[in-house]
Nanobody, 115 residues
């Protein structure tokens, strides 16, 4: 059973930084594609960043140059470094692992950017 657990969210001022973590239930972060998504109140879930099994990364247009996705297989963990945060980044952030045609999701971690 694949399990994902996000952490690292919280309240941060505009311009600040946070690092989100997603711990998996096994040594799989560099085997299968993974990604970060977010959902703001009243909005659809949107892609933030992805990382393929070969290490190729993609980013949503709104976070390019500010967010960085990375992984540490030794720690079974996917990361999202978020810099220069703005109120528009306020959302629940979810990590996703894709195995074949099956997506696995964590429970999400809340990020609030506010002064």
């Amino acid at each position: 059973q694949v399990q994902l657990a996000e952490s690292g969210g919280g309240l941060v001022q505009p311009g600040g930084s946070l690092r989100l973590s997603c711990v998996t239930s096994g040594s799989i972060v560099n085997i299968w594609p993974m990604g970060w998504f977010r959902q703001a109140p009243g909005k659809q879930r949107e892609l933030v960043a992805t990382i393929g099994s070969g290490g190729t990364t993609t980013y949503g247009d709104s976070v390019k140059g500010r967010f960085t996705i990375s992984r540490d297989n030794g720690k079974n963990t996917l990361y999202l470094q978020m810099n220069s945060l703005s109120p528009e980044d306020t959302a629940v952030y979810f990590c996703r692992l894709t195995i074949g045609r099956t997506d696995y999701w964590g429970q999400g971690t809340q990020v609030i950017v506010s002064s």
